[in-house]
Structures are given as C-alpha cells and as structure tokens.
C-alpha cells in the first residue's frame, strides 16, 4: 500500500524558511515523479514543484529561485526560502501512479495519483 506523509510545516515570519519533507512507503520510487502543492483557503489546490524520475524540477513562477525540491531515496523535500505570506497554505506531497521518466503536466493535479496529508505551512508578515 502506497502512504505519503508530509512533515516539517510551520509557523515562520516572512523571509524565513522550512524544508519540508515527505516519506513515500510501500515500494522503491527512484523511477517514480513526484510533487508538491499546496492549497490556501479558498482557493484551489495548485502545484508548486515537481522532481521527474530523470531528476528534472519543474517550479511555479511564484516559488522559482526561492524553493528546491529534491529527493533521497524515498524522501521527497521542499526547501523553502524567503518565505511569503503569500505562501501560507497547506503542502501535499503527490507521487505518480506510473513508473515512467516524465509526466506531461508536472504541475497540474491529475498527473499524480497518490497523496498525502498534507503539511501546515503559516508565514506572517
């Protein structure tokens, strides 16, 4: 059985930064592709980062040059730096459901069919 679990979220001020983290069980994902979302209130789920089984990042406009996502072995990890308020949201690790290089859409949703929990990240001003 495929179980994500996200940790690491927070409350920081802005400029700060967190590194979350995400712990994929059930089978060995080194040819798997991976992201991050989030979701605020309100507002739909959107994607933030994503690492392809041929080690190729994919960020949102928003989040280039302040995050990083890579992976170690079956952990998958977003660090975050110069936080935003605008970041405050909750953070979901996704994996996708096929063993494959690449997904066409690394950043939209059905891409991925597995997810966690999520993880609360809050950045005050």
């Known amino acids: 059985e495929v179980q994500l679990v996200e940790s690491g979220g927070g409350s920081v001020q802005a400029g700060g930064s967190l590194r979350l983290s995400c712990v994929a069980s059930g089978a060995t994902y080194s040819r798997y592709c991976m992201g991050w979302f989030r979701q605020a209130p309100g507002k739909e789920r959107e994607g933030v980062a994503a690492?392809?089984?041929?080690?190729r990042t994919t960020y949102a406009d928003s989040v280039n040059g302040r995050f990083t996502i890579h992976k170690d072995k079956n952990t998958l990890y977003l660090q975050m730096n110069s936080l935003k308020p605008e970041d405050t949201a909750m953070y979901y690790c996704?994996?996708?459901?096929?063993?494959?290089?690449?997904?066409?859409?690394?950043?939209?949703?059905?891409?991925?069919?597995?997810w966690g929990r999520g993880t609360q990240v809050t950045v005050s001003s």
């Open positions: 690492l392809d089984a041929a080690g």
């Open positions: 996704a994996l996708d459901g096929f063993a494959r290089n690449s997904v066409a859409a690394p950043l939209l949703s059905y891409s991925y069919t597995y």
